[in-house]
């Protein structure tokens, strides 16, 4: 708890201002006294942290030491020093309420050390002049304060609750646009946008990492995070677990003050002193080992700036109060991940971890603690460096397979070239499997991430400087140490390469030529700078397991879809680029193969067909996919598809896309409020197959009632087993459709395709209309889905087959020319065609089908019943089919209301020519029993 003034004061046996008088009369000793307890440091003209590392590689039997002698007092005044420092960092930065907190810390273990030291010594004079600057400064602060009531206030501890976190995301101030113009949409930060609902529970959701949480970054709390405290701190999630080379050799877990005399953070960046220890995570020390050496070479922060706490230089620095947060990108965000400072070490008392040869440096140790951690323990199954640098740096990660049959070696060595010289790349490659023999022939270590440190061009070679992780075992092919031949004075002038040297020294770095690359080694992974471009937006998202099938190769109706819209000023292409992040809870869960398909010229809406996509995408098992192109000059609009080879589980992602020009990106909504999904299957009655079959009027059939709305849209979609081919038809009436003309269709969903198939009207009118599900061969039997969806409400039911629950009449016969195929009344024997005698007992309903059983050749035909005359041929007429019709599924009369007849009533089936020859079958449906039999 912080002490007040008044109470700190009362524990001083002497004047204020004698002290003071005292204290600057040993001025110059406890300057003597700062340097013993700080240790060596460079002097002011050389405080850089990017200092070249050439020292010889030391044992680590020297870098380490097993037990260091350390007093109490020792470890206050270090913790006090840390406070100060921490106090001064947030005075500056006008965080009053933390600066005093760290102030009050700072002066309480002053004193403890100076009521504890020996009278009359250096430290408790040092002691007393540090406790007295702590109370100036507080006081200085103080009367800052408009608070008069209360010294210091209680420690503001930041909120760890997901809930608080998420709050804080809801409240940014993403800009979006309701113009139907395209805006600039210029970051990817979370602190500049507003998310969605929807977008803070997906980044609530995927926060639960491998048992436990790590919320979003939010600097308004998490640069005032809490670093001082009265005991060391420990991880109250507990220990890693340790890899099975770990556990083999496990001394325990001890603190970098119990091996190491004068620990620091950072005494100089360098890739040449990082390695690999035990842990199989070779990609993530490649990826320190890349980052280093941007820092290095450009001067810039990249890796070390996401390591807190920081001092106000905005370096990071050692905490002895054994608590570090790192920043990492992970499932979409940049993300707080607390860390001790407890390693794993030997029973030898070495460090069983990454390292750094300079004597006393943590960083490596750090940062790799707290990957180890978001990744599941230091028994990490291994990763890929692309994968590991974003999450390191939010750099935009690239994966080129060598081997792919898209790869153009000149066109990547120009980008790889361009991109180190700027610094606007980080570079790695990777083996993949080989023999034991090849691998020792060539000096590589299989399915192994190296890191790549340098690239130049020599004479027309393409060199690259590589180091392998591990800090051992060199690359023997062409421009290695052993190519003496190669190694050529003006050569090692140029590379500043002794091979000599370096074959007496095996550090793991080495020379090799681009060609060697491409041939022995299976990928290049590039991590871009996103400051390249300079729009930039983030959308989060989730695409559940149940929405969709489990395969989208037919049908992209429920894939997360997105809106892009470009707009070019230039007269030159601008570069596009879109970055899928797959959102992973459980590390080894990682097995979801999945893609990003672009399609063009779509207007930005919903795509529905997986055909012809302007960009395709690969589908892979990483969590990141990225998709380059091109936008031409002026407004170009794009969708974006998210798909998965094969849906497993939810999929919880982010899609960033990066461009040169402004731009317009968001989800594809789903604009039908009413949606009815109707399960059915063709059966042996309902499988009538496409409208060139004569039983297609038996397909399934359903009535579509659209109230009295201003305006809908509607939608329909059948979803059906790959093997059929299918088809959606939509016309007026509400009643069953036995046959449909050109000018009948309102909508179709065009050529049978398989599985999938869909239509859709952005204007419909209120009414009745009819849909048809067919399958292009009749008789195939199956389950499908029927889906229809609107902006409005709608009502659907099942239209019965034609003449359900009616008793049925089956007719076969044929016409014979000259006998009894007579035609259409103008050729003067109307009736002598065949005609059947119709007998009804009762009040009975009567429809009657004709068709004609050669399918390829229908003639037009015509069925009329007529009353039958107790004198004359025919009577009234009563029902007909209409005009003579040569559609393949026949001709057929309305249902009409038959009354009881003493003669009965006539049919009449007749072709339109006469002497058309041919076999029909006629079929008579009543509610009541009938007698059909041949009129003579």
Known sequence: MPIRLHCLVDDIDFDRQKLIQKLNEYKHRIEQLERYLDGIKPTR??????????????????????????????????????????????????????????????????????????????????????????????????????KATQFLSPRTRSSSSVSSTMDQLSNGSRRRSSSTSIQQQPTDDVMTQKLSASEIEVLKHTSSVNNNTFLPWIDETDLKEQFSYPTKFLDPMGSLALSEKQQEKFGGWRRPCDIMRHPKLICCISSTSIIQDIVTD???????????????????????????????????????????????????????????????????????????????ELWASIIEKAYMKLMGGYDFPGSNSGIDLHCLTGWIPEHIFIHDK???????????????????????????????????????????????????????????????????????????????????????????????????????????????????????HLNWNPELFTHRWVLHSVWPEHVGPKKDVYSLAYNPQ??????????????????????????????????????????????YYPDNPFKEGTYVNSPHILVRFNAPPGESDYTIVVSQHEKERSLYFSIRAYSLAPFKLHEVPIKYSVEKKIHG??????????????????????????????????????????????????????????????????????????????????????????IVASTFEPDLLGKFILTVASTTQLYVEPIPLEGAGMFKKVIHGEWIVGYNAMGCPSFGNYSKNPRYLLEVRELTTVKVRLQSINSESVPSM???????????????????????????????????????SETGYIIVLATHDKDVAGEFTAIVYSDRPVNVTKDR
């Open 45 to 146: 003209k050389n405080t850089s942290i990017y200092i070249n590392e050439n020292s010889p590689y030391q044992s680590r039997r020297d870098l380490f030491e097993t037990e260091i002698e350390r007093s109490i007092q020792d470890e206050w005044i270090e913790k006090a020093k840390f406070s100060f420092d921490q106090a001064e960092l947030n005075e500056e930065k006008g965080n009053t309420e933390h600066a005093l907190d760290y102030y009050s810390d700072a002066a309480e273990l002053y004193l403890k050390a100076f009521k504890e030291y020996p009278n009359d010594t250096e430290e408790k004079l040092y002691a007393r002049q540090e406790f007295m600057k702590a109370i100036d400064k507080a006081e200085q602060l103080k009367a800052q304060q408009q």
């Open 406 to 524: 898209y790869f153009v070696p000149d066109n990547v060595w120009d980008r790889i070239l361009d991109g180190m010289k700027y610094g606007d790349v980080l570079v790695t490659i990777a083996t993949g499997e080989m023999t034991e023999e090849e691998a020792a022939r060539l000096g590589l270590v299989p399915t192994h991430a190296y890191a790549v440190i340098d690239i130049t061009v020599i004479h027309g070679k393409r060199l690259l400087q590589v180091k392998n992780p591990w800090s051992h075992k060199r690359w023997r092919g062409p421009y290695s140490h052993l190519d003496s031949n190669i190694w050529t004075a003006e050569l090692r002038e140029a590379l500043s390469f002794d091979p000599d040297a370096a074959e007496e020294n095996d550090d793991g770095i080495f020379w090799i030529d681009y060609e060697s690359v491409c041939t022995h080694f299976t990928s290049i």
């Open 562 to 607: 997105f809106s892009l819209k470009v707009n070019v000023p230039d007269k030159k292409p601008a570069a596009v680029w879109l970055l899928l992040s797959k959102h992973i809870m459980v590390t080894e869960e990682n097995t979801d193969y999945i893609t990003l398909h672009v399609y063009s010229n779509t207007g930005g809406e919903r795509i």
């Open 681 to 770: 299957q063709w059966t042996e009655q309902t499988a009538g197959g496409s409208a060139s079959n004569v039983t297609y009027l038996n397909n399934p059939q359903w009535k579509l009632t659209i109230p009295p709305t201003p305006n809908a849209e509607l939608l329909l979609m059948l979803e059906a087993p790959k093997g059929f081919a299918i088809h959606l038809l939509l016309v007026e009436g509400g009643k069953r459709a036995s046959s449909v003309s050109v000018r009948d269709i309102l909508a179709e969903s065009g050529p049978y395709r398989h599985g999938f198939c869909y239509c859709q009207l952005d204007h419909i009118r209120s009414g009745d209309y009819t």
């Open 282 to 360: 070779c990609s993530f020390v490649a990826s320190l080992c890349v980052a280093a050496a941007y820092e290095q070479k450009f001067k810039k922060q990249l890796i070390t700036s996401c390591i807190y706490p920081q001092n106000k230089q905005g370096l990071p620095c050692y905490n002895p109060n054994g608590k570090y947060v790192v920043k990492l990108v992970y499932n979409g965000i940049a993300r707080k991940v607390v860390v001790d400072d407890l390693l794993p070490v030997s029973r030898e008392g070495t460090l069983m971890c990454t390292f750094s040869t300079t004597k006393g």
């Open 862 to 900: 015509n069925v009329t019943i007529y009353e039958k005359h107790p004198t004359e041929l025919f009577g009234k007429e009563v029902a007909t089919s209409g005009p003579y019709t040569n559609v393949t599924q026949g001709v057929a009369t309305n249902e009409v209301v038959l009354s009881q």
